[in-house]
T-cell receptor, first 112, second 113 residues
Framework: GQQVMQIPQYQHVQEGEDFTTYCNSS?????IQWYKQRPGGHPVFLIQ?????EVKKQKRLTFQFGEAKKNSSLHITATQTTDVGTYFC????????????FGKGTKLTVNP | IAGITQAPTSQILAAGRRMTLRCTQD?????MYWYRQDLGLGLRLIHY???????GKGEVPDGYSVSRANTDDFPLTLASAVPSQTSVYFC????????????FGQGTRLTVV
């Protein structure tokens, strides 16, 4: 079945450092979504990418969708303690079912 | 507007007992989902429903059943709970299946002893 792999599983940074998490799919995706889950909370939608090669920015966050629509990345510039949480990518297979399959997430901790 | 509501918030359940986790949304979303979240395993899809009256199996459906009698409600039933079903359960909904933003409930923490 469809698999969405996400690396790294954990990332620990000093405040002010950059952070990147990567998402790879075994099959072509029709879209990719990113979610953030704060400790003890529930996942909250950040963004959706649909087009091949698409790049979107939200303040210090930059999201990319690969040209082949099989990979994606989330980059945070100059992390802050408010960035702490687990970041998930979720993808839907192109031409497949409507299910949204999540990666295992990257847990980010930030040292002040 | 409440959005999406799950009940109970937490539960301790004896093995072998039957349990229904409730999920209600007031956004008139067509699609609803149940995920379980376990440490190191991320969010795994249990069952989903693309529209009222239809349901489908996700990655880990065994031991669980769902129904979607109407648009708003999507209960998840554990027929005979086992300790491996100890987890945090999240219900989610979206306007359409898979290609629109998913809204998550606050989660149900279930412990099977």
């Amino acid at each position: 079945g469809q698999q969405v792999m996400q690396i790294p599983q954990y990332q620990h940074v000093q405040e002010g450092e950059d952070f990147t998490t990567y998402c790879n799919s075994s099959t072509t995706l029709s879209n990719i979504q990113w979610y953030k889950q704060r400790p003890g909370g529930h996942p909250v939608f950040l963004i959706q990418l649909v087009k091949s090669g698409e790049v979107k920015k939200q303040k210090r966050l930059t999201f990319q969708f690969g040209e082949a629509k099989k990979n994606s990345s989330l980059h945070i510039t100059a992390t802050q303690t408010t960035d702490v949480g687990t970041y998930f990518c979720a993808g839907r297979t192109q031409g497949g079912s409507e299910k949204l399959v999540f990666g295992k997430g990257t847990k980010l901790t930030v040292n002040p | 507007i409440a959005g999406i509501t799950q009940a109970p918030t937490s539960q301790i359940l004896a093995a072998g007992r039957r349990m229904t986790l409730r999920c209600t949304q007031d956004m008139r979303h067509n699609a609803m989902y149940w995920y379980r979240q376990d440490l190191g395993l991320g969010l795994r899809l249990i069952h989903y429903s693309n529209t009222a009256g239809t349901t489908g199996k996700g990655e880990v459906p065994d031991g669980y059943s769902v129904s979607r009698a109407n648009t708003d409600d999507f209960p998840l039933t554990l027929a005979s709970a086992v300790p491996s079903q100890t987890s945090v359960y999240f219900c989610a909904s979206s306007v359409e299946a898979g290609n629109t933003e998913a809204f998550f409930g606050q989660g149900t923490r279930l412990t099977v002893v």
